[in-house]
């Protein structure tokens, strides 16, 4: 039913607080790794993309916290693309409590195609067709849509 | 001009990545100096609440990421109330270069108030009349909004 | 031939500083990883700990960094219990790259038994033996020690 | 009495931990923060180390942690630098509690100057006689050490 791909996340003690939760801020690592992963796992590493000269760093990022997570509670991290555009790439994340398949959070980050100076620039012609490819249909069956 | 509270930041080294720039993880720490700076400087210690049995976490977060920062840049984060309500209260964060007063990410973020069990509840009083007091005001000059 | 419990890692993006390296901070996270990993394996979760009100914070710590680790790189930490004595416990760390098995990083860390006064308190009978027979034994088969 | 350089620190609550205190990895942080301070006032930069091509990455850390820390707590890191050699530098901290004077912890780091391939390599001339003017003397007067 949820299209793209699943990271497994077990909060480290490290990232909890003094409310004794997981601190938000840990989740924006959560995503990221949700992201990178879903893009190994597509053949697009990161660290390939920046060997080819092209950065994607987070220009916006929107997250909703429903329920906190305690010290070694398993999340799943989903992970899909909702938009490609030359530019531009738009993830969402929905983490889901491993336990009880609660919705813990729900984030959306777009990133955009930057050169090693900083520039804008559109992406390479074969990440951006990857890309598209796994870009989420309305049915939620993913990869058949650009 | 800017209204509310600023703390100053310095880009640490441990909050670079490969890509030469402070992750956009760290922000979300520095918007957090921000309003427990902002708090703190009127009398509404984090700690202290805790003590009182009421936590604020943060239930939503939205982060526009302009520009990029280098290691050892430092920044104003500029932090202000947009709205008290009885269990919620809503911050603004412009993070200000320091050397040439460019804007580099501006932020919003809500809070929830919360009693030690998870369930949300009502602002003490005091509370949410001293963070009343500090709301923006549309002329900017904040303070006399409540 | 590796005596103790194995956590596989996987070097986050936001590990990664801008030497291009993973950040020598994040290795104390993977250490505590490792330890967490290694008495949850053996039914003595941290969580567990602190709901009876011993609290194990780490008193002393040395890491030999001997390897730099890249962004995506998957690492074993290596956890055994070199000593367990009536309040405090010690923890040595190995981390070993997948890919190639080269030693990255050698730690030991020195846990204190703490109440949650923050007194030092002896380890509850149970937990110390636990601890005691999962010490690494001069031959390195550990398990039998005690 | 203490020489070399004095940085101040406050407890962010990201750093913070369910134990109620700033977590052990922090401080490595506030060490880093502490050496670069100290280079920094001495015209000593990382990011123009870099620039020259010279990384120090952290070969060797030990750290006692002697009491525990609160969020929001202030505290002084006192670096100096223990020994200057071709291809390495030895730092020491001391975390000392700003109100009540009360030492916190005790650290040491070792760097190793590495150039871009990661070959340990001879320090500048001038990079290691400036260190070596910084040199903690016995008397704990420094600067007149090499």
């Known amino acids: 039913m949820i299209p793209g791909s699943v990271t497994e996340i077990r909060v480290r ?21 949700g992201r990178t992963e ?7 590493s990161y660290a390939g993309m920046e060997r080819r000269g092209i950065l994607l760093p987070v220009v916006r990022l929107e997250v909703d916290y429903l329920k906190g997570l305690e010290y070694e509670e398993v999340v799943d ?25 609660v919705l813990i959070a729900e984030a959306t980050s777009v990133l955009l195609s930057m050169d090693r100076a900083g520039r804008p620039c559109r992406l390479p012609e074969d990440v951006r067709a990857a890309l598209a490819g796994l870009v989420r249909t309305p049915g939620g069956t993913g990869g058949d849509a650009a």
């Open 13 to 33: 003690y490290a990232e909890t607080d003094q409310m004794g939760r997981a601190h938000h801020m840990a989740y924006v690592a959560w995503f990221e790794l």
């Open 38 to 44: 879903m893009m190994r796992q597509n053949g697009l």
């Open 77 to 101: 991290v989903h992970t899909s693309i909702a938009e490609v555009r030359s530019r531009r790439v738009v993830f969402d994340y929905r983490l889901v409590r491993r336990d009880d398949a």
